[in-house]
């Protein structure tokens, strides 16, 4: 069933990132449970560092917020130091993995075709990817935004069945607007998001384009957050540091 694109059920994510020891991650979930306690209509995912999982597995058990990797490996297990499987994450309670940031692009390495592996593994596993595509600012500034966005979206979904794709939110992050203070006009971000509901449209099909989530990454606060929201085609954000404060981010997922 194809639902109307405003009225799906909005996805407010949390990249704490190289952040938070134990104590402090405990302190804040505490801290944000009260101040989302009317927040309705909304699916709301913290992915903090793997060493947070245990701690936070059992303080969000009864909770409506949702537990999330920033990243995995594609393969179950092997001869792969520092790394982590899709097995691990589900037995650590996580539900949601962030894929292809591009801080894992830039510092990292990681390539399209890398991505793709880990997506494909995420979904076999049912962990639901966030599948982060975007653009710099230099190839913003040379008009290849919507080319950069193309061939991203297909290498990443390469080989991606319309079966498969159902548990896939796409985040539109401009690098340029990531950790810098700047952020995309909501006029901005729309226009891609709405690309990018065009491209799902032509991979697959008008239900998957549909009924796909796409969310809005890049210096998201509780000052643009209602201006993002109100756009058809932004089914939500993911937020790096206005997430690591529990009332900003209890701003955001409760004006969402």
Known sequence: MTMSISKMKALIAANWKMNKDIKEAVSFVKSFEKLIKNAKNIDIVICPPFTLFSELNQLLKNSKIKLGAQNMHFEDKGTFTGEISPLMLKDAGCEY?????????????????????????????????????????????????????????????????????????????????????????????????????????????KKISDNARIIYGGSVKPENIKCLMKMKNINGTLVGGASLDPKSFAEICNAA
């Open 97 to 205: 993995v962030i894929l292809g940031h591009s801080e894992r692009r830039q510092y990292f390495n990681e390539t399209d075709d890398l991505i793709n592996k880990k997506v494909k593994s995420a979904l076999r596993h049912n962990l639901k990817p966030i599948l982060c595509i975007g653009e710099t600012l230099q190839q913003r500034d040379n008009n290849k935004t919507r080319e950069i966005i193309e061939n991203q979206l297909i290498n990443c979904l390469n080989d991606i069945n319309e079966n498969e794709i159902k548990n896939l939110v796409v985040a539109y992050e401009p690098v340029w607007a990531i950790g810098t203070g700047k952020n995309a006009a909501p006029e901005q971000a729309e226009e891609v998001h709405k690309f990018i509901r065009s491209l799902l449209l032509k991979i697959y099909n």
